[in-house]
């Protein structure tokens, strides 16, 4: 009785008139996409005598794309849970959910309370307000987080660490660890429940007013990037034998110990002259990402291309290989990234890949995904999946767990 009475509570909450799709789809998707293969990206050319200029063409990879999208219902499951999880009886009253997410965000909060009864119970009734709290199934499978941050903490230790590794003084603002933490997949909390723990590998710092997260101790063992880490399993650790006669092929992929693994877009048609300008960029050498930028000048090709290795090996520091373009641009200074880092990225068509879906655009790390799937998964992610699934929603591929990091 308690419940149906709560459950019309409920509904008499949704009745409410919430803002109307089209304008929640305006302000969440502040650059509308077309339906088409490829976008065009303005180029600046010089005057042709009156002709326009050309437009070049950036290809778009739907599966990439279609990732930003599926990912809002979990996400919105989640942060749900987390909520719920935060508040001092594990439960929380429907009438306080918009002081948690804001009135626009409520309403999405409860369709999900209503749609998913198998993840979310909805309680009270007569005397007692209406409250939400997990369902008992969801309580025995949210039990194993904590395995799972147990499990993630070497992880998390390790790519903090190969972060601070990769700056030119071994030290990053805070602030900025802070702008990507969900990324790296670090608590909410790490500067209080993770960082104390190890003082001999960090520290925090003031510089120029402002804090700084700092390297006390250097590792050589693992000043290693996820490219070499790739290539070594493949067993490729020396050029010895490829020689001049070995042609990339189509795909622009190579074989040897300074090449970038390949994905071009769909409907992306390299020429002869750009596969065999790619074939001597492939085989070119180039400083290590954890050697000190300060020692290369940024006009020698091969220092361009370990630019291309630090943007590899930061996306491949985060969970799912992915940061808005703001999160990179972020570490400007203590990657010495180029300026015009977006021109950089849109170089490279083959090894990264920007996706305006979402809030922000993205860069995803290609390599890391097979169509739409996550190649390889850290502990903290599988626990979400499982969690998620309690929803009804299936994963595609089965995930491996994340061995290197």
């Known amino acids: 009785m308690q419940r ?18 089209s304008q929640a789809h305006a302000l969440s998707s502040p650059i509308p996409y077309h339906r088409k293969a490829s976008m065009w990206v303005p180029v600046k050319h010089k005057s042709s005598g009156g002709r326009r200029p050309k437009r070049k063409v950036y290809h778009r990879v739907h599966e990439l794309d279609k990732v930003m999208d599926f990912q809002k219902k979990p996400a919105l499951i989640l942060q749900l849970k987390s909520i719920i999880q935060s508040q001092k009886h594990q439960s929380l009253l429907l009438r306080d959910l918009e002081k948690e997410v804001g009135f626009v965000q409520k309403w999405n909060f409860m369709a ?5 009864p198998s993840i979310f119970y909805v309680g009270g009734g ?17 039990r194993e987080e904590a395995e799972a941050k147990d499990l993630m903490e070497p992880i998390l230790v390790k790519n903090l660490r190969k972060l601070l590794m990769l700056s030119v003084d071994c030290r990053v603002p805070l602030e900025n660890i802070e702008f990507i933490e ?22 925090v710092k003031e510089v120029n007013g402002k804090l700084h997260l ?60 750009y596969l065999e300008q790619l074939e001597r960029w492939q085989k070119m050498d180039f400083p290590s990402p954890y050697l000190n930028a300060r020692r290369f000048d940024i006009a020698d090709p091969k220092v361009r291309k370990r630019v291309v290795a630090v943007l590899h090996e930061l996306l491949s520091l985060t969970m799912q290989k992915r940061m808005t373009s703001a999160q990179l641009d972020a570490f400007h200074s203590e990657y010495f990234l180029p300026s015009k880092l977006l021109l950089c990225l849109i170089k490279h068509p083959g090894i ?12 995803f790390l290609k390599e890391a995904y097979d169509g739409l ?33």
């Open 214 to 273: 700092h390297l006390e101790n250097w590792d050589s063992s693992i000043a290693v990037t996820a490219r070499e880490e790739q290539l070594g399993g493949e067993g490729i650790s020396a050029p010895s034998g490829l020689g001049n006669k070995v042609r990339i092929s189509k795909d622009g992929n190579f074989l040897g110990p300074h090449a970038f693994r390949m994905s071009f877009p769909a409907g992306f048609r390299p020429n002869t002259s």
């Open 373 to 405: 799937n996550l190649i390889n998964k850290c502990p903290l992610l599988l626990f979400n999946d499982k969690f998620v699934a309690l929803s009804g929603r299936r994963e595609i591929n089965s995930c491996k767990t994340m061995h290197s990091s």
């Open 112 to 116: 999900a309370i209503e749609k998913y």
């Open 352 to 363: 990264f890949y920007i996706t305006n879906k979402g809030a922000r655009s993205t860069v």
């Open 126 to 142: 007569n005397r007692t307000p209406p409250f939400v709290t997990l369902a008992e199934k969801a309580k025995k499978v949210a």
């Open 4 to 21: 149906k009475t709560a459950m019309l509570r409920f509904h008499q909450l949704l009745k409410t008139s919430p803002p109307c799709e």
């Open 182 to 203: 969900s990324e790296l997949g670090l608590p909410n909390d790490f500067k209080k429940s993770l960082l104390p723990k190890y003082p001999e590998i960090f520290s």
